[in-house]
């Protein structure tokens, strides 16, 4: 072999060595990339959370006030008074029936088939929601 394949040679394996490093270095970009995709994906599922919930708090605190303003004008109709009670002419009344819906206690009949008891709802709803 002559002065310039021993060049050549030489040249190859640089060039060789240097992919090889640039592989290994990839490497750990690619687990850094990994890793940050990670990150990238929780705050996207962040984000996403916090959208929905942008939109379904204050929908259904206007749903809950929406009912007490039919709730004073059927008391209205029908010469009562109406909530009234908690807060300035009752607007707080939403609240306090929203602490009192999720503080009742969960009735579980002792002699009902308990799966059919909790899963017939939830069919029943799904269903309407479909049609």
């Not at 984000?47 to 809950?64: F, G, M, Y």
């Not at 039919?70 to 009344?93: C, F, H």
Request: a positive charge; aromatic letters at 4%.
């Amino acid at each position: 072999m002559g002065e310039g394949g021993a060049r050549r040679a030489v040249r190859v394996a640089r060039r060789a060595q240097s992919a090889h490093s640039r592989a290994a270095a990839g490497g750990g970009l690619r687990r850094r990339a990994a890793a940050e995709g990670g990150r990238h994906k929780m705050l996207y599922v962040l984000e996403t959370v916090i959208k929905i919930l942008a939109i379904i708090v204050p929908l259904l605190i206007a749903v809950a006030y929406v009912t007490l303003a039919e709730r004073k004008i059927l008391a209205s109709m029908q010469l009562r008074v109406g909530p009234n009670v908690v807060g300035v002419a009752g607007l707080l009344q939403p609240l306090a029936d929203g602490v009192k819906l999720f503080s009742k206690e969960t009735i579980l009949p002792t002699h009902a088939n308990l799966v059919i008891f909790l899963v017939a709802p939830v069919v029943a709803l799904s269903l309407s929601l479909i049609t």
